[in-house]
């Protein structure tokens, strides 16, 4: 966020954490809050299934099933696959180096009768300005964070992989001293992710290789900490679930439909372990409003596959963030290389999610 004021290290870093909490996991406009640190790591990772309404969970057939779901691994055996995504984050904000990159690789070893996934996330939030309580000038730093993990899975039947993830988070929001507080804008925590894909490989021939089913319990770990443990805050630890069905496939064309549900299960009062169980609070009704919805479809056309189209939708309960917005992008492939883009529709036009482009390219040899 180049040229950024603040009048003390506090305001500064008060100011990133709120606009982050906002802009990013969307949560403190709603009613009902639901805010995390480093929400960075909730960002849709890949230009293929964000143009899916953020739909994956059910698929997760390349590497970034990482983020997805990681026990798409275990069906990969094929390939070495490195995959990049980068986008100019938040475009309706205009902020020129506010960007989001996203590098994940996996390889298949048969002597570990598994798939390795290896990913780095990096948010880059910009050029900060640090001055006094009178505007002098006292230097400037680069505002960041990042999140490094690493990832197996097997297959434990035909149908069913079993995949886990291990993640070491780096957040400098602020390099300076917090004004009077004991710490500064810079924290660290590491996180794990229990996941399963069952894809159906037999059975009657309205499922047979048609159907898979998804589930990612994502971001289990401890709280983070900027400034002591009595203020810390917790990662989002999110669940997803996931279905893919496959509406036809023949020589040449393939169409697949997705639709992913996801739930923040965050109590700030509570460790991660408990809030798994006491973050599902008031009843059937307004447990359904705290439940993102997304649907998604991609069409495929070529043999071996040549060109994509892809579309989706995302929701969020007005009391939850308010997030509505339609994507829409594309893909091609050619012999080893992949290319493909995504771009978000707001109904608002100022809304900083509005215009966001995702860039993303694919090497499987």
Known sequence: MSNSRCSNGFKLFTVLILSFLIFTSAEVFAQKTIST?????LIGPNSRFSAMGETGTAIADDATAMHWNPAGLAFQTEHTEINFTHSPWLAGLNISDLFYD????KRHIESINGTLGLSLTYLNIGTIIHTDEF?????????YEFALAVGYATKVTTDLGLGVNARFIFSNLSSVSVGNEKGSGTAFSTSFDLAALYRFSKGPGIIKDKLSLGLNLSNLGPKISYVDADQADPIPTNLRL???YKIFKNEGNELTFA????KLLVNRPDAFYEALFTSWK???????????SSVGAEYWYG?????????????EDPDYGNRKYITLGAGIRY???????SYISTIEDTHPLANTLRFGFVINF
């Open 242 to 244: 996931g279905i893919a």
């Open 102 to 105: 996203y590098l994940a690789a």
């Open 37 to 41: 640190g480093v929400p960075f790591l």
């Open 135 to 143: 505007g002098n000038r006292l230097g400037e730093y680069k505002a």
């Open 259 to 262: 639709a992913d549900f996801s």
């Open 282 to 292: 008031g009843g059937p009704s307004e447990i359904g409003k705290s439940i993102q």
């Open 335 to 341: 012999s080893l290389y992949g290319f493909d883009f």
């Open 303 to 315: 043999n071996p596959k040549l060109i994509a189209l892809r579309a989706g939708y995302f929701y």
